[in-house]
């Protein structure tokens, strides 16, 4: 109670109040430090410079917000899950910790006004929400220390933006999932890079092919060759899902492996797993005009 009372007087007292008022709506408390929830919403491309003349942006605090979240968040879902085994638990972890879902918590708690940055707003550096929301973790850990940072992830993020139930439950990893299925199935399944290039920001696109059997299940788009293997492979689900023709064609391509009678072997063909994350919009970004 002192506690909270000193650092309203403290907020008083000072020239800056705005800042600190911004800060607090989004924390729940004053910063001590000020400084580094600042340079958490830098983004690289701010070209802002010390008063020596150094550059200064929020990738180190990115890269430190990092790992501290992933401690957080892999607390808290081995204490919610408690009788689930290691690679549940670490799915899990991995679907709250990806780009797409921090971009949208720093969108949530009003973190996005913040930042600082030169770029025009795309589908692309819309992950300088996600990262900056890493850098903020990173600023709140340095300032505050590990405790405050996990009751602040838990209490004004999980609680109120994440259903923990609903996203262990979601799909996400389709490449995973699509490679285990050829597996099974006994077709042969290849990633490959088909174009690369950059777009009007600098950035660069990748365009990479699934091919099931030597059968080409879609082209998927993104700006990692990881974010284009997914969207690739998520098409070749759908594709397997809904085009008969091709589904018939792909299993046709499966290799014959014989018994020990030198039989063929005739095991049954497992049906693809029913998934209506595969019937959502699409999250491939667009090509660039």
């Given at each position: ?44 491309s701010s070209s802002i410079r010390t008063e020596k ?101 838990e209490e004004r993020v999980i609680a109120p933006y ?117 019937h959502e919009e699409e999250n491939t970004p667009a090509?660039?005009?």
């Amino acid at each position: 109670m002192l506690k909270t009372i000193y650092n309203r007087i403290r907020l008083f007292m000072l020239r800056r109040k705005e800042p600190y008022t911004l800060f607090y709506n989004i924390l729940g408390f004053y910063p001590k430090n000020i400084q580094l929830y600042e340079q958490a919403c830098l983004h690289r491309s701010s070209s802002i410079r010390t008063e020596k003349g150094r550059w200064i942006n929020n990738e180190r605090l990115e890269f430190l917000g990092d790992a501290i979240l992933d401690a957080i968040v892999a607390d808290v879902v081995f204490k919610t899950f408690d009788s689930k085994k290691e690679g549940f638990l670490t799915n899990t972890r991995s679907k709250i910790v990806q780009r797409e879902t921090l971009n949208k918590l720093a969108v949530q708690i009003g973190l996005d006004k913040l930042i600082i940055s030169s770029m025009k707003t795309n589908s692309h550096n819309n992950y300088m929400y996600g990262n900056a929301f890493e850098a903020f973790i990173g600023a709140i850990y340095l300032d505050q220390g590990y405790n405050v940072c996990k009751k602040f992830v838990e209490e004004r993020v999980i609680a109120p933006y994440i259903n923990l139930s609903k996203v262990a439950k979601k799909e996400f990893n389709f490449k995973s999932r699509l490679i285990e299925w050829c597996q099974k199935q006994k077709i042969s399944i290849e990633f490959s890079l088909v174009e690369s290039f950059v777009d009007h920001d600098n950035n660069p696109v990748f365009q990479s092919q699934a091919q099931l059997g030597g059968l080409s299940g879609g082209i998927g788009i993104g700006y990692s060759k990881k974010e284009s293997q997914q969207n690739a492979a998520r098409m070749a689900l759908k594709k397997l899902h809904n085009d008969k023709t091709y589904y018939d064609a792909v299993i046709a391509t499966r290799t014959v492996i014989k018994n020990e009678a030198g039989e063929n072997d005739n095991t049954p063909i497992d049906e693809l797993p029913n998934d209506a994350t595969l019937h959502e919009e699409e999250n491939t970004p667009a090509l660039p005009n």
